[in-house]
């Protein structure tokens, strides 16, 4: 899959952009704040009809103006494919494809595969367990919509139960029904991830050793209750009843759910070096861009932005070395450091674009003057 042009008109600090995209590397030089990352979050959207950041929409918007435009084409598969988004102050969005609104935006997932390599990457590691299932959920809905629609049913049942909790029902019906859809779709949320922890493992610990470069050990391993044997939701529900009465919010459930990350046999969070962190969330991310690629029967698009601070220079050359390989399709990357770029961009065989970013402009910069 590769994405052709991409049209904004006050995204961000972006007031206006008609960019022409090489099929293979995309570079954006500038200062930070200058508009680079809004660029890809702006990818990203199109994407994921959701911001990277997770802001709401209304902040998207450039400061002072009252609407947001957005045009993507793309060849999917052997075929043009445009996508529009339209916001404006006090209307509800529209986010089309071909032309046509989507009467849930839900079945957008997963049809333009994408994945977003960031500095805020690190609270995969350091945050709360929320941002490990947030990536969870979103990696696996791009590649299975039997899943995010069970996600999206658990979701619903959830708040249902938590505020039945917080207002004080006790018609035993009430919960029954409630807690009969939270066991369904439980089941196929956890059989899920545990298929996909298992798979994405052997990748990781493959990109990890070539970014690495040593024989460190590290490990992901699925977080559950409902791992243990015999364990049902509904189980698990009765026997927090009484607990969850007094704090009234569910305690139990796949929503509680963590990945455990390992270096050496000791949480990286705790024990990982700066380098080793970003390290491991990079080869996080490149272990979810093949686990897609084989998913979807797409490459992704991939999306670095400013990725090589905090590493030595060792792996920046390796992790140049895995993102130039024939393994990869399309790149956006961003950086402030012009060494960088230049080293991927002579890996690309002279196939890429390169441009100058300041104050949400975009200047185009010639092969000439990338020499």
């Not at 972006?14 to 293979?24: C, H, R, T, V, Y």
Request: net charge neutral.
């Amino acid at each position: 899959m590769i994405l052709k042009q991409l049209t904004l008109t006050n995204f961000k600090n972006i007031a206006q952009a008609d960019l022409e995209f090489s099929p293979k590397v995309n570079g954006f030089l500038g200062n930070n704040g200058m508009g680079k990352s809004n660029l890809l979050d702006a990818i990203y959207y199109m994407s994921l009809t959701r911001s990277f950041t997770r802001v709401p929409d209304r902040m998207l918007m450039r400061r002072g103006e009252t609407f947001t435009l957005a045009k993507a084409l793309y060849d999917r598969r052997g075929t043009a494919e445009e996508l529009t988004l339209g916001m404006a102050e006090g209307k509800r969005k529209k986010f089309r494809r071909g032309g046509k609104e989507y009467d849930r935006l839900s079945a957008h997932i997963g049809s333009f595969p994408l994945v977003m390599i960031a500095p805020q990457d690190i609270d995969l590691i350091r945050g709360a367990g929320e941002e490990r299932r947030s990536w969870m959920d979103v990696v696996i809905s791009q590649s299975d919509p039997v899943y995010l629609d069970a996600l999206i049913r658990y979701s619903r049942a959830l708040e249902q139960r938590n505020t039945m909790l917080r207002t004080g029902v006790v018609d035993h019906t009430l919960y029954e029904a409630v807690e009969q859809i939270m066991e369904f779709t439980a089941a196929t949320i956890h059989s899920a991830r545990t298929r996909w922890v298992a798979e994405l493992t052997e990748i990781f610990n493959r990109y990890y050793t070539a970014i690495a470069g040593s024989d460190e050990v590290v490990s992901i391993a699925y977080d559950s209750t409902l791992s243990q044997p015999g364990s049902t939701l509904t189980a698990l529900l009765d026997s927090a009843r009484r607990h969850d009465e007094i704090v009234k919010h569910t305690s139990v459930g796949p929503h509680r759910d963590d990945i455990e990350m390992l270096l050496d046999g000791m949480p990286v969070r705790r024990t990982g070096s700066q380098g080793q962190c970003k390290s491991f969330t990079i080869a996080l991310r490149l272990a979810q861009y093949e686990f897609l690629s084989r998913a979807t029967g797409m490459r992704p698009l991939l999306l670095l932005d400013d990725i090589f601070d905090k590493l030595d220079a060792d792996r920046v050359e390796r992790i140049v070395s895995v993102i130039s390989s024939d393994s990869f399709g399309q790149i956006f990357i961003t950086d402030t450091n012009r060494t960088h770029l230049d080293e991927i961009m002579s890996r690309s065989a002279g196939d890429y674009r390169l441009w100058h970013v300041e104050r949400g402009v975009f200047t185009p910069v010639t092969h000439d003057e990338t020499h």
